[in-house]
C-alpha cells in the first residue's frame, strides 16, 4: 500500500486521534493542516468529510458552495468511540497497521 492510499491516510490519522485522546489531548489545528499538506487538498478534505459522515471523527463539517464543496474545522477534532471501534475491528485497518510494521522491519528510520 502507497502512503497516500485512502486507508493508510485513515489509519494514521485516527491512530494520531486516539493517542491523543488517551493521553486528554486535542490535535491542534496546525498539526492537521500539516498532515493534510502532503495530500491533495480534495483529497484530504474528501478523507476528513467522510470520517466525520461514518462518525469515526467529530469537529469538522461539510461546506457546500457554487464550483464544489469543502470542510470546516468547527471544533476539536477528535475520534469517537465507533472511530475507536474501527480502528481495532476493522480488517481493512489490521491490514495497514501490520503493512506499516513490516516496512518499518524493513526500511530501518521508516
Known amino acids: 500500500m502507497a502512503k ?3 486507508f493508510v491516510i485513515m489509519y494514521m490519522l485516527l491512530k494520531r ?4 485522546l488517551k493521553n486528554g489531548k486535542v490535535i491542534s489545528e496546525e498539526e492537521l493542516n500539516e498532515l493534510g499538506s502532503q495530500y491533495n487538498q480534495q483529497y484530504w478534505n474528501y478523507i476528513l468529510l467522510n470520517l466525520t459522515e461514518n462518525e469515526y471523527i ?5 461546506i ?11 471544533g476539536d477534532v477528535q475520534i ?4 475507536i ?11 495497514v497497521k501490520n503493512t506499516l510494521k513490516d516496512i518499518k522491519g524493513i526500511i530501518p528510520g521508516a
Open 4 to 6: 497516500d492510499d485512502y
Open 17 to 20: 486521534l486516539y493517542s491523543l
Open 58 to 62: 467529530t469537529g469538522v463539517t461539510p
Open 64 to 74: 457546500k458552495a457554487w464550483g464544489g464543496s469543502g470542510m470546516k474545522i468547527i
Open 80 to 83: 469517537t468511540p465507533k472511530g
Open 85 to 95: 471501534e474501527y480502528l481495532f475491528s476493522n480488517s481493512m485497518m489490521e491490514r
